[in-house]
Structures are given as C-alpha cells and as structure tokens.
C-alpha cells in the first residue's frame, strides 16, 4: 500500500482492493458524481477497477490518489494529484467527498494534507485545481482553503458529449506557506512512490 500521512482528524492512503466497497457505496449516489466525467458506480467491478489504475498510476508516476479516512467515521472520499510538469514543478488536485462528508472539516484537512506532500516532498511550486462554473459547492470549497481563481478555460471538460467549461485554480508555494493549510500538523510514514520523486 505504500505509504500515509496522518492529520488531526484525517488518514491519507493509497486505495486498496479492499476499499472497494467502501467506494462503491460513497459514489453510487449520483449527486456526488454529477460533475464528473466518470459515475455513478453501478456495479462493484467500476471501483475495483479504479483501485488497480490507481496501482499503475502511482507505479508510472502519472497519478496518485489517496482515500481519505475520517478517523472516526471511515472512508469519506478521494484526494489526488495529477497532471505533474516536474519541468515547471506544477500538479493538479482533485477531490471528491461522499455526500455526508460535504460541508465538514474533511475538505479542509485533505486538501492541507495533500498541500504539504506536494510542496514539501515532491517539490511542487504550483498546485492547481479545476471547477466547473455551475458547481458552486466546489467553487467554495477550494475558494475556502486558499486557492485563487485565475480564470475560465472554455471547453475544457468533455462529459455526457457535451464540452463544458472550467475554473481554473491556482496555489503557489508562497501562498500556501503564507496561510493555515501550512499550519495544519502532517505526519507521513513509509516511503513515497519513487517515481514521484523527481
């Protein structure tokens, strides 16, 4: 499984063949996928299946998505960075939250968690993050932690057949070094994929 980081309230780790179920039940509900380009899970063989992507994905380096585990209350969601340029030192974040998770601490914590592997141990100088425009709950969301709208890239996100616009979000390094996501306790234990450490 790798590796975690611990927070106050929260556990980040790699997903695992065990977690399927668990996933299953937190994205078979449709609102939570609504904004996705993926969902909702209909059947248990769509998140095992993540759940072995996930292993390639963090063995090639493209991608590394965490489960986020509320220490008392279990599995909440997902928490991931992708789109590395290791050239310019950037990633993006995604997040997605069951429904009873939306509007808790969880968002706040994951995302401060995922802030300091990206800039204190990948090195990344920019996190940055996509909403849809219609999705105010997420707008919010990442508004809340730090990140600054830049803009809007138009057509950006194919879903459903349809082109879609998306916010773009953005998190420098001296910006998070600068507010509380920064402040927030990070313990990490085992060894992070190698191939993301470049």
Request: net charge negative; with cysteine.
């Amino acid at each position: 499984m790798g590796f975690t980081l611990t927070g106050p309230s929260l556990i980040l780790r790699p997903p695992g063949p065990g977690d399927a179920e668990a996933l299953f039940e937190l994205a078979s509900n449709p609102e939570v996928t609504r904004w996705f380009s993926w969902g909702p899970y209909t059947e248990l063989a769509e998140p095992e299946a993540y759940v072995e992507l996930c292993a390639q994905q963090r063995e090639q380096g493209t991608q590394l998505d965490m489960m986020i585990v509320d220490k008392q209350l279990g599995p909440a969601g997902i928490i991931g960075l992708s789109e590395f340029s290791y050239r310019d030192r950037r990633c993006m974040v995604g997040t997605w939250l069951g429904a009873d998770f939306w509007g808790t601490h969880v968002n706040r914590e994951s995302k401060a968690l995922i802030a300091h592997l990206g800039f204190e141990r990948l090195g990344m100088n920019r996190i940055g993050a996509y909403s849809n425009p219609e999705n105010e709950r997420s707008t919010r969301a990442l508004e809340a932690v730090g990140y600054v709208q830049e803009g809007v890239l138009r057509d950006w996100h194919r879903h459903d057949g349809k082109y879609l616009d998306v916010n773009i979000f953005g998190m420098l390094r001296g910006d998070w070094l600068g507010g509380e996501q920064a402040a927030v306790e990070v313990a990490i234990e085992g060894e992070i994929p190698p191939a993301f450490l470049r």
